[in-house]
């Protein structure tokens, strides 16, 4: 792969969360169980299912149309909580993309970075919250670094997804301030984040399509 | 895993196409998921929505009707519904005096309904409030975290607040009093089982014989402190005492649920509430009206949950008005 | 054993201690286990009295009040009271026009209720009627065993009943009534799990993870057949099938009651509403009325029964009557 | 033991039939769970337990008072099939017993006999059809012989225990007719009937009183 990305990468890689969501689904269900309500599973399989339905009866020409309608998708058929923070990821991501075929390193970092701006806007997770957040920051700063140190665009987003598992599998001894799991107080502690785990599988799936195609 | 369902995906559709069924005065919107009145209220009047997860029923649908909600937005199984659903709803019931959207909170409730008041305003200009419930006191309050869940009250609010809606309130009065609602009711809730998500064919959490989970939601989720097992009085004790530590209750009436998680037979809740009856008295709290079932579940999770009111003149008028629901019925 | 109870063998009294205080409309009687309306019905009218084994609520006690019953006598867990119980009932109601005694057809109950109106008759006079519901068609019927069990329809009739009690019906008009309702109706049920009675500890029986009874009664006893887990679909269908087979039900309205078993949650007592009213739709069956939740039940079974009630214009009228009960109400 | 019961006699023998249906209360029950409902051991503990207490506070000086308390108690505090039928079997006892304080054998096989007459009266039972009728039915009828026979009174109640056992146990295959049990059906057979075998342990304490003392 070169310097930039295609709208048929971008398709490809939700494809493949699609897939790998679908394929986690009693994964993330039973991380969910720990600390939430069971169903965190259900709820990235399903959206992820309605996601890739809409893309087969419309196919975007440009990254924002792509990045709205999923993300309009996502808030539209998950619900939770996970709907509405997944749902302001693809839809930031979207408007920063702009009516572009394709991204190069920067735009695909920007809109990334914008995404994960909007999940705090509407979530107000910081740092340590076990949430979601403490997976995607982690991987976005890592991509940034990267990126900036010269690495190519497969590699950083390796580099991100590593960053993403690496900050999810530090959720485990944190206490939940935010969502379902806060309310379990110091029993959270001891358990992954579900949301951190979607988050991963979301960059471990961009590092996959981007490094192989 | 044992349900009365034909497969986990089909749970909701097939339970609304019971609703419709079962019920001629409610109207379902299948596509959108919104259980409505047949008959809208008149214009003028403050329209109520609520919504969240399935699962909890009566809850929210069995609270659609004269005298409490104008329509409920069903989202999958603990699963709260989409901003769609419940902006549809909000454009649907507005008679042109605005919509009170009816919360739970959790976060997820609270960002969909969000998302559907912003959509709400921007696109068909309906004027929106909306009231949070937090009443949970198994969940220490801080602004740090998410808060306490909304749940118990949540149903004596949505009666209510209902009737004030249906005398002609404005949207200011109806928040208003929506926000006293919620600012004098506290609940507490146990566990004797988990439930099981028919999506994820098994118990949430597995809680041996001898152990019962305290601070419990109603979302199957694992409570604040796993106990020994304990008898009725000393269950009626964990519960009462932290909802009467939060708030003083002896200054006038109260109103008093005593809500069954749905796997609970009727009468260990009689047995329950005699239980929490007698703390009460002792603790000088006096019960005005009394309500005694299954009124906000877990599927069917064994436990129930204490949820006690401090009522006023206003507040036990507005109780004691007609409401004809599925989950409650009387005066009409 | 899980349960929200002290002990065993406090279940009933702790339980009745529990309905005196949530129901100032209601009377109870510790000593005899007796439910009353606080306020009895007006003189010259004639009275209702049911009873039996708890662990069937809100049957009977959730169904005393104005438009149902005027008492009702509580025995130990799945057992009968005992003659003492319905003789002390029968003289504190009865306001000179008699008393219908509402009996579910079991050996048990159908004994100690004659003994219970012997010596009613024999000490006070009280002129008694007796009522012996049995409209189970799960159970084969012959005049050589025990017959059919009165289940589902006993709700029904107790309402339908009530409010001609109410009307002011003379005694043999309302025993009439009552014959023809209880002649009119049958019910089938299933269970998903078995139940617990708290005297025994555990479950009465051990139901497979893949497993379903079908043709159960309302006491946790084990049913008729023992068949593989199905579908809601296919399970309203065995429901359905037998009760429409023993009966038709297409010459007019009827009422249909689809009664949870206790442990199973509301979702999906509306769920299997949905299938079950397609097949009566199918079959012909015009439902005018009908009840879905919690009216009959066997503790903390997971499972439900089917109600179908022929009805007529008198009936449905009486059906439409206000009812002020903790178990169902309307009108008032 | 010579030829006459004196009512102490009959009254360690309620407390040993009190005691061996408490002690056998979870057997009970069990058979009860496996055809009924469950109740079979609760019901005759309680209704034992408080024909004694009743026992302790009152003592009646004849036969007729003491059976006719004993059945009242039964009626008033056991409920179910089993409180109006060994009620009713108490009360008969009773009325045929008459004010006498002690009974021979011919008396006390009449007044069992009447006993059995008021369940059959009551409950509208006939042999096989899987009741405690099949347990004292064959005892009564055994009792009746070894009396005519000349056996004594002790040695003839316990062949009236042996035949209530045997009865008992010929209960397993039958498909019950009466009671809670007759609505499984064919589901019925293959189990113990309940009451009978309560009723097999009220013959056999009558037996083990009648001859240890
Ligand atoms: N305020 C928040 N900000 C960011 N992420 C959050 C927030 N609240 C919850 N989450 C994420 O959402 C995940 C739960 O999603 P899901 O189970 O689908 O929804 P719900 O909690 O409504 O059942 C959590 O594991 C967490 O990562
Ligand atoms: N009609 C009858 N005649 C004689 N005995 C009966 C009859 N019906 C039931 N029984 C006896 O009663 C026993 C059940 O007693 P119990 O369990 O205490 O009452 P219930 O069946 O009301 O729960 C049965 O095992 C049977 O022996
Ligand atoms: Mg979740
Ligand atoms: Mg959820
Ligand atoms: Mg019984
Ligand atoms: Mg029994």
């Known amino acids: ?213 | 895993m044992k349900k009365l369902i034909n497969a986990p995906e089909a749970v909701l559709a097939d339970a609304l196409a019971g609703v419709a069924a079962a019920h001629s005065d409610l109207r379902v919107d299948f596509a959108n998921r919104i259980i409505y009145r047949a008959t809208p209220k008149a214009d003028g009047k403050v329209a109520l929505i609520s919504g969240g997860g399935s699962g909890h029923e009566p809850l929210h649908g069995g609270f659609v009707g004269t005298g409490m909600l104008d329509a409920a937005c069903a989202g999958e199984v603990f699963t709260s519904p989409t901003p769609d659903q419940m902006q549809e709803a909000t454009k649907v019931v507005d008679r042109g005096a605005g919509v009170l959207h009816i919360v739970k909170n959790y976060t997820g409730d609270v960002m969909n309904f969000e998302m559907a008041g912003e959509l709400a305003a921007a696109e068909s200009g309906v004027e929106v409030a909306t009231i949070v419930t937090n009443d949970d006191v198994a969940v220490q309050d801080s602004t740090w975290t998410a808060g306490r869940r909304g749940v118990g009250v949540t149903v004596l609010l949505e009666k209510i607040v209902g009737a004030a809606a249906e005398e002609g309130r404005d949207l200011k009065a109806v928040l208003a009093l929506a926000e006293k609602v919620n600012g004098s009711g506290r609940s507490m809730g146990m566990a004797l089982t988990s439930c099981t998500v028919p999506a994820a064919g098994k118990p949430t959490f597995d809680l041996p014989d001898d152990m019962m989970e305290i601070g419990v939601g109603i979302h199957g989720e694992p409570g604040r402190h796993r106990v020994p097992l304990a008898g009725a009085h000393e269950i009626a004790a964990q519960l009462v005492e932290p909802i009467l530590a939060d708030l003083d209750f002896t200054s006038g009436p109260s109103i008093v649920m005593l809500n069954g998680m749905g796997g609970s037979p009727l009468i260990e809740l009689y047995l329950m509430y005699g239980e929490v009856a007698k703390l009460l008295e002792k603790a000088g709290v006096k019960v005005a009206r009394t309500l005694v079932g299954n009124y906000i579940t877990s599927l069917d999770m064994a436990g129930c949950s204490v949820t006690v009111l401090k009522a006023d003149d206003e507040i036990l008028k507005l109780w004691d008005a007609p409401v004809v629901t599925g989950g409650l019925r009387w005066g009409a």
């Open chain 1, 1 to 213: 792969m070169n310097g930039t990305i295609g709208l048929d990468s971008l398709v490809t890689w939700l494809d493949a969360f699609r897939t790998a969501v679908t394929e986690q689904r009693a994964y993330l269900t039973e991380l969910d169980s720990a600390i939430g309500d069971a169903d965190h599973g259900a709820n990235m399989a399903r959206g992820m299912a309605a996601v890739m339905e809409k893309l087969e009866t419309s196919t975007p020409s440009t990254a924002d149309e792509l990045f709205k309608s999923v993300g309009m998708t996502l808030v539209t058929s998950v619900g939770g909580a996970s709907g509405p923070l997944y749902g302001t990821f693809f839809l930031r991501m979207g408007m920063t993309a702009g009516a572009v075929a394709e991204f190069d390193g920067a735009a695909l970092a920007a809109a990334l970075r914008a995404g994960l701006d909007g999940i705090v806007a509407r979530g107000k997770a910081e740092a340590g919250d076990k949430t979601m957040f403490d997976a995607l920051a982690p991987a976005l700063d890592a991509f940034d670094a990267a990126l900036a140190g010269g690495t190519p665009i497969p590699a950083a987003a390796g580099v991100a997804a590593d960053a993403a598992e690496a900050g999810r599998d530090a959720t485990e001894p944190l206490v939940a301030r935010k969502g379902r799991a806060s309310y379990l107080g110091e029993r959270s502690a001891g358990h992954l984040d579900p949301g951190s785990a979607s988050s991963a599988l979301l960059m471990r799936t961009l590092a996959d399509v981007l490094g192989s195609s």
